[in-house]
């Protein structure tokens, strides 16, 4: 079962357009700050701000690198969330079927008849 203060946790630190980008920008490679503020237009100090909320919810992990610190996605945390994500929109078998399998509510009723139509 979802844990509902996980999901708000979740979709909280998704819920701001430059951390989605950031999660874009990080796919398959670590970058600093510096170069996220390059590529997404903004302050490094923007970044570092957007990063730590990131790091926080561990879904981020920085590196040391010389002088720099670059951050990288933290895959075992996406897996996790994805499941999470999965599980909360995964529809709930039955609950909307009768005892033979058709559609018993009208939206699976009206889906169940465009299907056909088409």
């Not at 999965?86 to 299907?115: H, N, Q, V, W, Y």
Request: net charge positive; proline share 3%.
């Amino acid at each position: 079962m979802n844990d509902p203060r996980t999901l708000s946790r979740l979709l909280k630190v998704l819920s701001v357009e430059t951390r989605v980008r950031i999660v874009q920008l990080l796919k398959g490679q670590a970058l600093c700050v510096n170069a996220l503020a390059s590529r997404l237009h903004v302050t490094p100090g923007a970044v570092s701000q957007h990063l730590r909320i990131m790091r926080d919810a561990d879904l981020v992990v920085d590196e040391k690198r010389g002088y720099f610190v670059h951050y990288r996605l933290n895959g075992d945390t996406l897996v996790a969330w994805r499941e999470e994500i999965d599980r909360l929109l995964e529809p709930k078998r039955g609950t909307c079927m009768d005892t033979k399998g058709a559609p018993k509510c009208a939206a699976m009723r009206s889906k169940a008849a465009r299907s056909r139509r088409t």
